[in-house]
């Protein structure tokens, strides 16, 4: 079974995932990062795979990707950071960028790489419906890939229950019409939308992204759906030095 389907097999409230950027902010430090996750008690991780020219981040992780790359960082180099990973850790580990650099690396190569690696999901936010209908489904599918597709305030019940049936693993709610990393706690527009998607009674539990950067924000998410996801917050504790532990348990804070 895909370790994304065991974890929320066991645990469908205050799931926490930790996103961060491969080979930022140094270039070895994705796979330690990744242990600390696991350590740190993270529920699964989304390892962001760098590319030049982000669609929907805000300025923390653009910069980030932008430091991977001049790093060095790389799909291929990624894959050999991630090798026997397994050996490690369980924790569920999904990696999320864009379409163009999977397409050049050769998508079905790209999905038996995740697979000997032992990725259990992607996150590609500009692939189309109808393109990974057509075209990937059936590749993601033999190396036992789950897809996550992005819904967001705007998008409407039918399309938000066609996103749900092609994800697997769980769907990721946008809790606003913004780029990643904008702060400020949520408001009684974005609980109704919680709200509306739990009553929903979707097939895939929901994670809530863009926005979560406190317990606060998290407890919220963790009422109405199954949990939240944390990026430019992590992103920024890296880069001041707060420890991965720290970080995690200040989330987690308001279950203590």
């Known amino acids: 079974m895909n370790r994304l389907d065991k974890l929320f097999e066991k645990k469908r409230s205050q799931v926490l995932s930790v996103f961060f950027t491969a080979g930022h902010p140094n270039l070895d430090d994705t796979r330690r990062i990744l242990l600390e996750l696991d ?53 569920p580990v999904i990696l999320m ?19 000997e690696i032992g990725v259990d999901g992607l996150i590609l936010p500009d692939l189309p419906l109808w393109e990974f209908e057509n075209f990937h489904q059936k590749t993601l599918e033999k190396y036992g890939l789950h897809l996550v597709f992005l819904v967001t305030p705007q998008t409407s019940e039918a399309r938000i229950r066609q996103l749900d049936a092609a994800s697997g693993g769980f769907l990721y709610a946008v809790s606003t019409a913004s780029t990643t990393g904008k702060a400020g706690v949520f408001d009684e527009t974005q609980e109704k939308y919680f709200q509306k998607l739990a009553e929903m009674h979707l097939k895939n539990p929901v994670l809530v992204g863009f926005g979560i950067a406190g317990a606060e924000n998290f407890e919220i998410a963790s009422r109405h759906l199954a949990g939240g996801i944390v990026g430019s917050a992590f992103i920024r504790a890296l880069e001041d030095g707060v420890s991965i532990k720290t970080f995690v348990q200040n989330i987690l804070g308001f279950q203590n």
Do not use: W
């Open 39 to 91: 350590a740190a008690g993270a529920d699964l991780v989304e390892i962001g795979m760098p590319f030049s020219d982000p669609l929907a981040d805000g300025q923390t992780i653009q910069a980030s990707s932008h430091r991977a790359l001049e790093n060095g960082m790389s799909l291929d180099l990624l894959f050999r950071q991630l090798e026997n990973m397994r050996s490690e850790t369980e924790l």
């Open 97 to 115: 960028g864009y379409l163009n650099p999977v397409l050049q690396f050769g998508f079905e190569n790209f999905c038996k790489k995740c697979q």
